[in-house]
């Protein structure tokens, strides 16, 4: 009897374990709204996604629209910093510092965001890793394709570009911009509302998705598609979390966070955003909104002048000690890969 009520006991403290283990909270911190697609349909899922997967050992209170402080720039610092333990963030908020993943923000280097967001991933795994060396990187994603949206004017060539001040997500799309005669004006994206009402500036390159959750549907008029294999451009996002909050998890819980990782969260959230793009579509569609696509050979025209951009960012890659040639090449194969 004394052994069974031993063995008794060693399987009540088993059992016991997880329940008595101190539970771990994160703070997510992001730039946009508690309603975007990003708290909605990306971080809410994968905060219940490790709760239940450790069994509520894991807690997860999400901070939208920067409420732990800061501007959307700093988010990469933050989390590097363990001011939040999980952001959600675009690494060229801080231009120049994560040249390598820049690639798949040149001009003409999304299919879709599911492809694209694959390749993103992937690359960083092959290529980028020591980029990001001082976080632990969750996954990466793009968004789908960017569309152009103006207020008073439309778009229906290169030429009607000429003189329009554009917000700009990067700095390899703004180089396109000016190439195709436009003023780039660098902000995030949650400025852009009141920059476009101040007529500060006249239009913004962004994907539908995020025109409902920052009213751009309202605010503008006009908004030009790209068609064809490829779109003009898009973002790369990154989900990351604070190396030493990671690495400080008990081991079974550090495997609930790779579960909820890498290349699968990635294919997911390209899913998200190519899905989130209707409704914001069909808002400006029903306000009246003009919306065009430009003819196959003003897409030409825009590549072309765009090849100059690519050059670039091999030349100044390759000024680093890395192949910029070999390195653009490798993306461009990741995309058509994924995109099969």
Same mark, same amino acid.
């Given at each position: 009897?004394?052994?069974?009520?031993?063995?008794?006991g060693?399987?009540?403290?088993?059992?016991?374990g997880?329940?008595?283990?101190?539970?771990?909270?994160l703070?997510?911190?992001?730039?946009?709204?508690?309603? %975007?697609?990003?708290?909605?349909?990306?971080?809410?899922?994968? %905060?219940?996604?490790?709760?239940e997967?450790?069994?509520?050992?894991?807690?997860?209170?999400?901070f939208?629209?920067?409420?732990l402080?800061?501007?959307?720039p700093?988010l990469?610092?933050?989390?590097?910093?363990?001011?939040?333990?999980?952001?959600?963030?675009?690494?060229?908020?801080?231009?120049?510092?994560?040249?390598?993943?820049?690639?798949f923000?040149?001009?003409?280097?999304?299919?879709?965001?599911?492809?694209?967001?694959k390749?993103?991933?992937?690359?960083?795994?092959?290529?980028? #890793?020591a980029?990001? %060396?001082?976080?632990?990187?969750?996954?990466?994603?793009?968004?789908?394709?960017?569309?152009?949206h103006?207020?008073?004017?439309?778009?229906?060539?290169?030429?009607?570009?000429?003189g329009l001040?554009?917000?700009?997500?990067?700095?390899?799309?703004?180089?396109?911009?000016a190439?195709?005669?436009?003023?780039?004006?660098?902000?995030?994206?949650?400025?852009v509302?009141?920059?476009?009402s101040?007529?500060?500036?006249?239009?913004?390159?962004?994907?539908?998705?995020?025109?409902?959750?920052?009213?751009?549907?309202e605010?503008?008029?006009?908004?030009?598609?790209?068609?064809?294999?490829?779109?003009?451009?898009?973002?790369?996002?990154?989900?990351?979390?604070n190396?030493?909050?990671?690495?400080?998890?008990?081991?079974?819980?550090?495997?609930?966070?790779?579960?909820?990782?890498?290349?699968?969260?990635?294919?997911?959230?390209?899913?998200?955003w190519?899905a989130?793009?209707?409704?914001?579509?069909?808002?400006?569609?029903? #306000?009246?909104?003009?919306?065009?696509?430009?003819?196959? %050979?003003?897409?030409?025209?825009?590549?072309?002048?765009?090849?100059?951009?690519?050059?670039?960012?091999?030349?100044?890659?390759?000024r680093?000690?890395?192949?910029?040639?070999?390195?653009?090449?490798?993306?461009?194969?990741?995309?058509v890969?994924?995109?099969r």
């Amino acid at each position: 009897m004394r052994t069974i009520a031993i063995a008794a006991g060693w399987l009540t403290a088993a059992l016991a374990g997880p329940a008595l283990a101190q539970t771990v909270e994160l703070k997510v911190q992001h730039f946009l709204p508690a309603g %975007a697609p990003a708290q909605r349909e990306l971080i809410e899922p994968w %905060a219940r996604a490790v709760e239940e997967q450790s069994a509520g050992r894991i807690k997860v209170r999400i901070f939208p629209a920067m409420q732990l402080g800061g501007r959307p720039p700093q988010l990469i610092d933050q989390v590097r910093d363990g001011i939040a333990d999980v952001v959600w963030t675009l690494p060229s908020y801080t231009p120049g510092r994560f040249p390598l993943m820049s690639v798949f923000e040149l001009p003409f280097m999304v299919s879709d965001a599911v492809a694209t967001s694959k390749a993103a991933q992937e690359f960083y795994e092959t290529h980028a #890793r020591a980029e990001f %060396a001082d976080i632990h990187p969750l996954m990466f994603h793009v968004h789908a394709r960017g569309v152009i949206h103006t207020r008073g004017k439309a778009v229906r060539s290169v030429d009607g570009l000429k003189g329009l001040k554009l917000r700009a997500p990067s700095r390899p799309v703004g180089d396109a911009l000016a190439r195709y005669g436009a003023a780039a004006v660098f902000m995030p994206v949650p400025q852009v509302p009141e920059a476009l009402s101040k007529r500060v500036i006249d239009g913004a390159v962004v994907p539908w998705e995020v025109t409902l959750p920052l009213r751009l549907n309202e605010l503008t008029d006009h908004h030009a598609e790209i068609a064809g294999p490829r779109g003009l451009y898009t973002s790369v996002f990154l989900y990351a979390m604070n190396k030493q909050r990671y690495e400080g998890l008990p081991p079974d819980l550090r495997r609930v966070i790779d579960a909820n990782s890498g290349a699968g969260l990635a294919a997911r959230a390209g899913a998200i955003w190519e899905a989130v793009e209707k409704p914001g579509r069909d808002a400006a569609a029903a #306000r009246g909104n003009a919306i065009v696509t430009l003819p196959e %050979a003003e897409t030409a025209r825009l590549r072309e002048l765009a090849r100059a951009v690519n050059a670039a960012w091999v030349e100044e890659v390759g000024r680093s000690g890395k192949d910029g040639a070999a390195l653009l090449a490798a993306a461009e194969a990741l995309i058509v890969k994924h995109g099969r």
